[in-house]
């Protein structure tokens, strides 16, 4: 494959994980993950390893932040691809309001399909300088 067609498959991987989120499609929110994915999320635990600690992140989401086009936008998504790994980044919003969160994803290529291998969420905070 080449780079550029890597880097399709992955921004169609991950629009099509925002989509299940804003859908409330747990399964689909689980695809393409690892069975060992590490998380970082902005809500404790600070980290969260192994597939099924995935799902109950966002079993936890879901339950806070109602289904719809609001629940999880994702923009400016950058995807870099090369080899058997690949990052992508982006801004996210969640719940229709206008405070940005960083999203960052690692992904490796598993028997020619791309799983994402760590995820991580943050918010930025405001020091006094």
């Known amino acids: 494959m080449t780079r550029e067609r890597d880097e399709r498959a992955i921004h169609a991987l991950i629009e099509d994980w925002t989509d299940a989120i804003r859908?409330?499609?747990i399964d689909r929110v689980l695809a393409n993950r690892t069975d060992d994915i590490?998380?970082?999320d902005v809500p404790e635990p600070i980290q969260?390893?192994?597939i099924d600690a995935y799902r109950r992140t966002w079993t936890l989401f879901f339950e806070h932040n109602e289904a719809g086009p609001g629940r999880f936008r994702l923009s400016d998504v950058q995807v870099?691809?090369?080899g058997?790994?690949?990052y992508a980044h982006g801004l996210l919003t969640i719940g229709g309001g206008d405070a940005?969160?960083?999203l960052t994803l690692g992904l490796r290529r598993i028997d020619g399909?791309?799983?994402v291998a760590h995820e991580h969420?943050?918010?930025p905070i405001k020091l006094d300088r």
């Open 23 to 25: 859908k409330g499609d």
């Open 38 to 40: 590490v998380m970082y």
């Open 48 to 50: 969260e390893r192994g």
């Open 80 to 82: 870099v691809a090369g």
């Open 84 to 86: 058997d790994v690949a």
């Open 100 to 102: 940005y969160c960083r």
């Open 113 to 115: 399909m791309w799983k």
């Open 121 to 123: 969420h943050s918010i």
